[in-house]
């Protein structure tokens, strides 16, 4: 899947992709291709980046690279996949009533779900909001437990 | 008599400076009156602001659009000016330039050279004055007074290869029974030229002028503009164009129009008429290169008309979305910050300043109350211990978690979403965290 999308290796290529999208939701997705979570994730990304593509621009990372380790130790990315959106290089929160509210962790469930999600996050931002509320019922929303610092 | 006369030079002198005086007077209501309200050519705008209007944020706007545009018109010169190419008559009235600092415009009919005149006119001192004069008045900086003329010294080279490329051209139509591979050849040799473009011109130039010396006048001048102007489209082209010729055309005016084609044509009828306006281009053989570069070529040869309207709707298309989004977005300051720059980027006003290799975004972690900038300043320190850590290899760890643990635990703030406390998700289900 993940030749699908742009895949980003480098913190460069990262940087510069959050810094160049103006206007529109950048969505990250940080993930491994082989991992099979990810893959569905992606399947879900690469059919719907097209429709979204007024609005959002969608690109994959590879953690395993060494150069975004970086961006894997800010974003603290303990789960993959997890994906993060921007708007104009400001970080976009959602509050989905998991524990964290700074990433999507975990998979789509369809399509639709994806779409509602980063159309919520550009309507917010387009209000000036740095957090929205995730659209999403509860039980659509992949469930995860953090643990703070491996305690 | 003698004395009248001198008087009355003097009254004359004393008259004329009288009415010097009072047309310095008037000359200076003028300034006010135009000072009062005045055009702006750059915004296409009668003001009243006098000079303070070139500070505004709107004409600093629309002045950066106009000299883009006018740039764009200039790098088909300067491809001009690095690789002269012969004009042809027909082409000559479709070549010109618009020049918006002297307000002038620069034909090239009876120039030989495309966009000789121009070159001519923007290396010259009265358009250095008048640039001058135009970015006084509104603004923009003496420092891109170089990106808007042309230096001497690029002119004098120029006329250099100029003067070797006419030689080449004699030469070729003297040698203009010889086949066409030949001419073009020497031109290449001559003035060792590394860019294809030019060699392909040159040796289209070299054809067209053994063309125009053969039979029929008419029929030349279509096929020069079909070729000339359908880079893609030569194969539909083609079409049309050998039923022309088989219905108008008798194949013997073809053939001797051009020598390469006669063996060809005599063998089999159907090829060649697909292959008549590819061979007056230049084929795989003829070591031409292919229609895609050529298309790139054809759409610099045509000065002006498209670009202008390119950078028309783009520019309008995004006045119209700048004024719908809304100013209190996230970002809008970034984005307006980014949007100007990646414009003078794309100009090439601006050196390509990356950010450095330690750029981070803002980014609200998990752990961390507070703004977001915040975050990434605690990540920055983290990262500076880190690096303490591992230039201090031998330090037991111990010790340091002992260092780090005491700062931490104040911090631990996960954020309890509204949304959560709704739903009444019990929070110990959620969340272990260390006490």
Redesign the interface.
């Known amino acids: 899947m993940c030749y699908l999308l742009r895949t980003l290796t480098k913190?460069?290529e990262v940087?510069s992709i959050?810094?160049?999208t103006?206007?529109k939701v950048l969505v990250l997705r940080f993930g491994r291709a082989s991992d099979s979570a990810c893959l569905h994730l992606d399947d879900v990304l690469c059919k719907s980046a097209r429709e979204v593509s007024k609005f959002a621009s969608v690109a994959l990372v590879d953690i395993d690279s060494e150069d975004v380790q970086?961006?894997v130790?800010?974003?603290?990315i303990t789960f993959i996949p997890s994906t993060i959106f921007?708007?104009?290089?400001?970080?976009?929160?959602m509050?989905?009533?998991?524990?964290?509210?700074?990433k999507w962790v975990g998979a789509f469930h369809q399509k639709q779900d994806f779409i509602d999600v980063v159309e919520a996050i550009f309507r917010?931002?387009?209000?000036?909001?740095?957090i929205v509320?995730?659209p999403l019922p509860?039980e659509r929303i992949p469930k995860y437990?953090?643990?703070?610092?491996d305690? | 008599m003698v004395r009248t006369t001198v008087e009355v030079e003097q009254e004359e002198t004393k008259s004329d400076s009288d009415s010097k005086i009072q047309s310095k007077k008037s000359d200076k209501k003028r300034k006010k009156k135009s000072s009062e309200f005045e055009f702006c050519k750059v915004c296409r705008l009668n003001h009243d602001q006098g000079q303070r209007h070139r500070y505004f944020p709107n004409h600093k706007k629309s002045l950066s659009i106009f000299f883009s545009r006018f740039q764009t018109k200039l790098a088909d010169v300067r491809f001009f000016l690095k690789n002269p190419t012969l004009l042809r008559p027909e082409h000559a009235s479709r070549n010109r330039l618009w020049c918006v600092f002297c307000d002038s415009d620069i034909d090239e009919l009876g120039s030989s050279f495309a966009c000789s005149n121009a070159i001519n006119h923007l290396a010259s001192k009265s358009h250095l004055k008048n640039l001058r004069h135009f970015l006084w008045k509104y603004g923009g900086g003496m420092d891109c007074i170089d990106n808007f003329r042309i230096l001497e010294a690029d002119v004098a080279k120029w006329e250099k290869k100029c003067n070797s490329l006419k030689s080449g051209a004699v030469s070729s139509k003297e040698a203009s029974h010889g086949p066409v591979l030949g001419p073009s050849n020497d031109i290449h040799n001559e003035l060792n030229y590394v860019n294809v473009n030019s060699y392909t011109n040159s040796s289209k130039h070299s054809i067209d002028s053994r063309i125009s010396s053969g039979i029929m006048p008419l029929q030349n001048h279509t096929n020069e503009y079909q070729v000339s102007n359908s880079g893609p489209f030569e194969v539909a082209n083609a079409g049309l164009y050998s039923e022309d010729f088989t219905s108008n055309l008798p194949l013997e005016t073809y053939s001797g129009t051009s020598s390469l084609n006669l063996n060809v044509l005599k063998g089999i009828q159907n090829l060649t008429q697909i292959f008549v306006p590819e061979v007056a281009g230049g084929n795989v053989h003829t070591g031409a290169p292919p229609p895609w570069f050529e298309a790139v070529e054809e759409s610099q040869v045509n000065v002006g008309v498209q670009p202008v309207l390119g950078s028309f709707a783009t520019s309008s298309s995004k006045s119209g979305k700048s004024k719908k989004?809304?100013p209190?977005?996230?970002?809008?300051a970034?984005?307006e910050k980014?949007?100007m720059e990646?414009e003078m980027e794309k100009r090439g006003e601006l050196v390509n300043n990356?950010?450095d290799?330690n750029?981070?975004?803002?980014?609200?972690?998990?752990?961390q109350s507070g703004s977001?900038r915040e975050s990434?300043k605690e990540?920055e320190l983290e990262?500076q211990k880190v690096l303490k850590l591992e230039t201090q290899p031998e330090e037991p760890r111990l010790k340091l978690k002992v260092e780090i643990q005491p700062e931490e635990p104040i911090k631990?703030q996960?954020?309890i979403?509204?949304?959560?406390v709704r739903?009444k998700?019990p929070l110990h289900c959620?969340?272990?965290?260390?006490p």
């Open positions: 913190k460069q940087d959050i810094r160049d103006i206007d970086v961006y130790k800010y974003f603290d921007f708007f104009n290089a400001h970080h976009m929160k509050d989905s009533g998991t524990a964290d509210h700074t917010g931002a387009m209000k000036g909001k740095l509320n995730c509860p437990q953090l643990l703070y610092k305690v | 989004l809304n209190k977005r996230v970002g809008a970034w984005a980014r949007k990646l990356e950010c290799a750029w981070l975004p803002n980014f609200g972690r998990v752990w977001r990434r990540f990262k631990i996960p954020y979403s509204k949304r959560m739903l998700f959620m969340f272990s965290i260390s």
